[in-house]
């Protein structure tokens, strides 16, 4: 079956960085597309960037916009998302997902596989 694992979370100070991947088994990230998503104590689990396989268009939240960014390494079969200028806002559990969606989607019905997701703690 399918897995997904993410990697790279941890604590970091406000204004620091992180860089989280995602490594699929099972799965051709480079015929996938992958989302990024995160949920935060007491919230919705909330887009927060997405990557196509078919044009390598890319979509992010507005939240995250310009600080954020995603990319693949399709000879690893992985998708990282480099995460900059970290806010205590942006802590949450990350979460990785896939589908078979030839064009970008925001909503976590429209994926298929998660992974189980890598807690992100940013201090004031």
């Known amino acids: 079956q399918v897995q997904l694992v993410e990697s790279g979370g941890g604590l970091v100070q406000a204004g620091g960085s992180l860089r989280l991947s995602c490594a699929a088994s099972?799965?051709?990230?480079?015929?996938?597309?992958v989302g990024w998503f995160r949920q935060a104590p007491g919230k919705e689990r909330e887009f927060v960037a997405a990557t196509s396989w078919s044009d390598s268009s890319t979509s992010f939240a507005n939240s995250v916009k310009d600080r954020f960014t995603i990319s693949r390494d399709n000879a690893k079969n992985t998708v990282y998302l480099q995460m900059n200028s970290l806010k205590p806002e942006d802590t949450a559990v990350y979460y990785c997902a896939a589908g078979t969606r030839r064009s970008l989607a925001t909503m976590t019905r429209l994926y298929d596989y998660w992974g189980q997701g890598t807690q992100v703690t940013v201090s004031s």
């Open positions: 099972r799965l051709a990230f480079s015929r996938a597309l």
